[in-house]
């Protein structure tokens, strides 16, 4: 592999793969991608992703699971052009959206319920007493 290269395991059908296919089209980032059923895998997946977890992203210095750490490294790595703000407050704002999406991509069942009903109740409320609710913003 050489040095600019990465390879991308997983499916372009998940909304944690695009995520980092999307990185790496912004950024420029060469890749390949290798399509993966979620879950299932050889004995060289779960080394890779050990919860059999899709994406895993490849290249000549690391080999990362999960889509946010992923995107980070990315970020770090190849700082231009940059996917978050280079305000500290609004980069903070980006990452709650990209957690907040993650976690109702993943469907949270029960606790996605008890999100929406907390945040149905501080509808409404000033920004400052919703943070004074945390629950608000989780």
Partial sequence: MSPNSATIIGSPVSPYVRKVLAVCEIKGIPYRLDPIVPFFGDEWFSELS???RIPVFVDDKVSLCDSTV???YLEERYPTPRVLPSE???RAQARWIEEFSDT???GQGEDRGRRRRANAECHGLSR????RR???LR
Avoid: H, N, S, W
């Avoid at 400052?128 to 943070?131: F, K, L, T």
């Fill in 88 to 90: 500290l407050v609004d």
């Fill in 104 to 106: 109702e991509d993943a």
């Fill in 128 to 131: 400052e007493d919703r943070a």
């Fill in 50 to 52: 050990p919860l059999r």
């Fill in 70 to 72: 992923i995107c980070e």
């Fill in 134 to 136: 945390r629950v608000c």
